[in-house]
């Protein structure tokens, strides 16, 4: 049996949604332990959100630079060896680059940074380290998203024509004065240049790419305030144009009320089209041109592409939490291929790793620099 690979985590702390998230997907398959961390934005509270998890005291840790020095002085077999950064945006470079240099793994929430200047430069640290980076686009560890890629790379669908990507919720439809999670989102010092784009835009992006294998290589778009007072956008639309003449429309807005987390991808080739929603995440329907509708299921006959990362039989459902997990079980396997086989070829397919952050903040940047200019066509700047 593999000894599973021990974790760290800075952020996360009492009242963090995403960390509590992060720590059920690590231990979902028993190959990675939590084992230390820095919590809170303050000691105590990083103390006590560390006990309250049933850490080792000395392990609880008063801040990320505290834990990075002591665990880097542990013995190898007991320190930490991977990181995650569950942390408001504008510390994600700082914290990684710091625990890369201390010859940690990382596990970071996106996006990646706060410009694409900084993502190229913590990709060059990513590099030089030797170390694994993976980046926390949850949706493409789906099992049918990678049916639905699969699907497009056997080319089922023919050549694509269109794939529309939209990810509405409608949390942010009010002011939410007090709202720790809204609070930091809206304030350019933590969030960086965008809101609702940066937040769940980028998700959408790397949806649509992942899925169609082509690369958004221009914008159009539009960002927008709508609620008063808000300084970053929370809501926008952008038509996009793919490598391969493929074209698109991306939809993201935060203020679409009554909306709860809904991320959809429509895509249509020369033969047929494929849907898959987020809140319904165990069904994949294709549309054949001049044929009935098909629809597939998580762990049915039909679905051998995802069966690798399907846990259980069919109508059982399965979610958020596993797809997270599988993101997690491919990051393990990447670090003990390493550890084990140096050189060797890594295990396929791989979590999103640093290139996805650098390319999520280079379609961001345009996206701004679009809706900055009235919707004008802006290149996603060459990323390779």
Known sequence: MTTPVRLGMVGGGPGAFIGAVHRMAAALDGQLQLVCGAFGSSPERSRSGGLALGLDPARCYADWTQMLAEEAAR??????ECLTIVTPNASHVPIARA????????????PVALSLAEARSLAAEVRSSGRQFALAHTYSGYA???????????????????????YLQGWLSEPLAGNKQADWR??????????????????AAHLAEFVTGARIEAVSAELNRIVPGRVLDDDGAALLRFSGGLRGVLLAS???????????????????GLEWRQQEPNSLWLKWHGQPAQLLRAGGPATAAAAPWVRLPAGHPEGYLEAFGNLYREFAARIRAL??????????PAVPGIEAGVRGMAILEALLTSSHHNGRWQAVEDCA
């Not at 013995?75 to 930490?80: E, G, I």
């Not at 809206?186 to 998700?203: E, K, N, V, W």
């Not at 959809?264 to 033969?271: K, N, S, T």
């Open 75 to 80: 013995p190898a077999p007991q320190r930490m």
């Open 99 to 110: 625990a890369l240099r201390a010859g940690f793994h990382v596990f970071c929430e996106k």
């Open 144 to 166: 049918l998203v990678r049916q639905a890629r699969e699907l497009v790379r056997s080319g089922a669908l023919g050549a694509l024509r269109k794939v529309i990507v939209e």
């Open 186 to 203: 809206a304030d350019p010092a933590l969030a960086g240049p965008s809101g609702c784009m940066g937040d769940i835009g980028t998700h």
């Open 254 to 272: 935060q203020i679409a009320a009554g909306e709860e987390n809904g991320l959809a991808l429509r895509l249509y080739g020369e033969r047929g």
């Open 339 to 348: 550890e084990q086989h140096p050189g060797a070829p890594l295990p396929q």
